[in-house]
C-alpha cells in the first residue's frame, strides 16, 4: 500500500538533534568593507610636486629711442635686436629676434631722439641666475629706401632684476650707449675709407663676455633708451631673495 504525499511515517523521520543540524548549515560569507589604508607614498607624491625646480622671469617693456649727439650719419635708423641668456636658461615663450621699423627725425632738430617703440615680452625659466639674459642691439642706418644697410654701432644691457623697479613707477628707464668698432690699424682705416665700409664684428656677442672682447678697440656715439619691467615667480622656494 503506497503513502500519500506529505505524510510522514515514523520511520521517515530525522532523529538527528537541532544542535547538530544547525552545525552543519552552511555559514554566509560576510562582505567587510575595508577602507583603503592612506599610506605615505601619496604624501610624498604631492610634496613633490609642489616643490619648485625652476623659477621664471616675465620681461616685458620696450626699446624706446636712439639718441645721436650730432645726429645719425643716415637718414633712416633700424634696430636689430637679440635676447642672450645663460646655458641653464630657458626661453618659455615670446621672440628671441625682433626687427624694427626704420625711423628718422629729419622732420625735427638733428639731435632729437629717433624713437621706435619696439615691445619686448618674454618668459624665462631657469633653476641658476648665472648668464642673466641680456638684449644685444645692432643699429643700422640707410641712405632711402633702396640704399645700403651701414653699421652704426652696437649696444647691449642686462635685463633688470626682480625688486630693482621703484613701485612708484610703472617701467624702469635704462640707458646704454652706442659702441662702434675702431679699426686697429691706418692700413684698415684706408680699406674701410676706399670700399665705404664701417668696421663691423663677426660675432657680435663677444661684447657680452669680459673676456672675450678685452683689447677690442671702441668708441662710444649716441645712446640707446630702453623701457622694462622685471616679474620673477618661484625664486623664493630655490632660495634666492633679492631686494631692491
Not at 636658461?89 to 629729419?106: D, E, F, I, K
Request: proline letters at 8%; glycine letters at 8%; aromatic letters at 8%.
Amino acid at each position: 500500500m503506497s503513502t500519500s504525499e506529505g505524510i510522514s511515517l515514523p520511520g521517515n523521520q530525522d532523529t538527528t538533534p537541532s544542535s547538530e543540524r544547525n552545525k552543519h548549515k552552511p555559514k554566509r560569507a560576510r562582505k567587510k568593507s575595508k577602507a583603503p589604508k592612506q599610506t605615505s607614498c601619496s604624501v610624498d607624491t604631492m610634496d613633490g610636486k609642489t616643490t619648485a625646480s625652476y623659477f621664471s622671469v616675465c620681461i616685458t617693456g620696450q626699446i624706446v629711442s636712439a639718441t645721436f649727439p650730432l645726429g645719425p650719419d643716415r637718414e633712416f635708423v633700424f634696430l636689430r635686436y637679440e635676447l642672450v641668456a645663460g646655458p641653464d636658461w630657458q626661453l618659455a615663450s615670446g621672440p628671441q629676434h625682433g626687427l624694427t621699423q626704420m625711423a628718422t627725425n629729419r622732420s625735427g632738430h638733428f639731435n632729437e631722439p629717433i624713437v621706435f617703440n619696439m615691445p619686448i615680452e618674454v618668459t624665462y625659466k631657469s633653476t641658476s641666475p648665472f648668464g642673466w639674459p641680456q638684449i644685444l642691439v645692432s643699429v643700422f642706418g640707410r641712405n632711402g629706401s633702396q640704399g645700403r644697410e651701414t653699421l652704426l654701432g652696437y649696444a647691449h644691457v642686462h635685463l633688470p632684476v626682480f625688486g630693482s623697479r621703484r613701485p612708484t613707477e610703472q617701467l624702469e628707464q635704462l640707458q646704454t650707449p652706442i659702441l662702434m668698432p675702431k679699426c686697429p690699424s691706418m692700413l684698415a682705416d684706408i680699406t674701410s675709407w676706399l670700399l665705404r665700409r664701417e668696421p663691423e664684428l663677426k660675432d657680435p656677442k663677444v661684447l657680452l663676455d669680459n673676456l672675450k672682447c678685452k683689447g677690442l678697440s671702441m668708441e662710444s656715439y649716441g645712446s640707446l633708451e630702453f623701457q622694462l619691467a622685471t616679474v620673477m615667480r618661484g625664486a623664493r622656494k630655490l632660495g634666492y631673495h633679492w631686494h631692491a
